[in-house]
């Protein structure tokens, strides 16, 4: 049984750090990425990555200021995100998918349950 579990968000100011992590058991994927939602929005792709991480794939809004890693060992996807702004503000979803290159929601087969980051202005 698959299931993806994130880890590592919370409130922080404008301008600071958070770390997401999300960790996969029973199986690996060729694509794991993040994806974020605000109230009253639709989900949003944020970032991916191939198994290797030579792939890196990030939305335009945090290009420069995320940055997307993977572990293989642990089976984990991290997010660390700099300078970060009240805009970023939105519950966080790790995802994964067998296949290559995926930036939409609907590419993407499992989810985890979402963790909520909160920027204060």
């Known amino acids: 049984q698959v299931q993806l579990v994130e880890s590592g968000g919370g409130l922080v100011q404008a301008g600071g750090s958070l770390s997401l992590s999300c960790a996969a058991s029973?199986?690996?994927?060729?694509?794991m990425g993040w994806f974020r939602q605000a109230p009253g929005k639709e989900r949003e792709f944020v970032a991916a990555?191939?198994?290797?991480?030579?792939?890196?794939y990030y939305a335009d809004s945090v290009k420069g200021r995320f940055t997307i890693s993977r572990d293989n060992i642990k089976n984990t996807v991290n997010l660390q995100m700099n300078s970060l702004k009240p805009d970023d503000t939105a519950v966080y979803y790790c995802?994964?998918?067998?296949?290559?290159?995926?930036?939409?929601?609907?590419?993407?087969?499992?989810w985890g349950q979402g963790t909520q980051v909160t920027v204060s202005s």
């Open positions: 029973g199986r690996t994927f060729s694509t």
């Open positions: 990555s191939s198994r290797s991480g030579i792939s890196t």
């Open positions: 995802a994964a998918s067998p296949g290559l290159k995926q930036t939409h929601p609907y590419e993407y087969d499992y």
